[in-house]
């Protein structure tokens, strides 16, 4: 079953909520996103490949990882603030082609019953003209990296 992603961006403020159901407990859900493993399997475009330069997914670590494809290449970082398991996420991401614009994001993993979870995120921008940059161009990719992330959990390739 694919699930569609809900989005809030209010005009004028600096942050974007989302919201994104799976056929997966809370528990795989929050796995996927801090198993360096499992990041390089969904998440980037189709095609492409993800390669892990540093990956510490506890509080106070932290991330890099640089995805390449026929098109280029793109690296991103950020660092961990918290990573309490399996509920919360809270780390900084940051784009390496425009630097000095990172992103605070907060996840939350909630399990809604039936071995079903929602994923719960916002993202607080520095500035609205970041904000409204991101949200120009972060649908068809998140939408994508999800889609392939319930790929993996209907393969029980998550456990």
Do not use: C
């Not at 799976?22 to 475009?45: K, M």
């Not at 492409?48 to 510490?56: G, H, I, P, S």
């Not at 940051?94 to 399990?111: A, C, N, Q, R, Y």
């Amino acid at each position: 079953m694919t699930h569609k992603r809900t989005v809030t961006a209010h005009a004028g403020e600096q942050s974007i909520s989302f919201s994104r159901e799976f056929e997966a407990s809370a528990t795989l859900v929050f796995e996927a996103h801090t198993d360096a493993a499992l990041i390089a399997r969904w998440t980037g475009p189709r095609g492409t490949q993800l390669t892990m330069r540093e990956f510490d997914a506890r509080t106070g670590g932290s991330w890099s990882y640089l995805i390449v494809g026929s098109r280029g290449e793109w690296g991103f970082h950020g660092s961990f603030h918290e990573v309490t398991s399996p509920s919360r996420i809270v780390q900084t991401f940051e784009f390496e082609g425009e630097p000095g614009h990172p992103t605070l994001e907060v996840l939350t993993f909630t399990d809604i019953g039936a071995g079903r979870s929602r994923i719960d995120g916002l993202s607080v921008f520095l500035s609205v003209e970041d904000r409204d940059a991101m949200l120009s161009g972060m649908d068809s990719g998140m939408d994508e990296n999800f889609d392939r992330l319930d790929e993996l959990f209907a393969a029980n390739a998550v456990t």
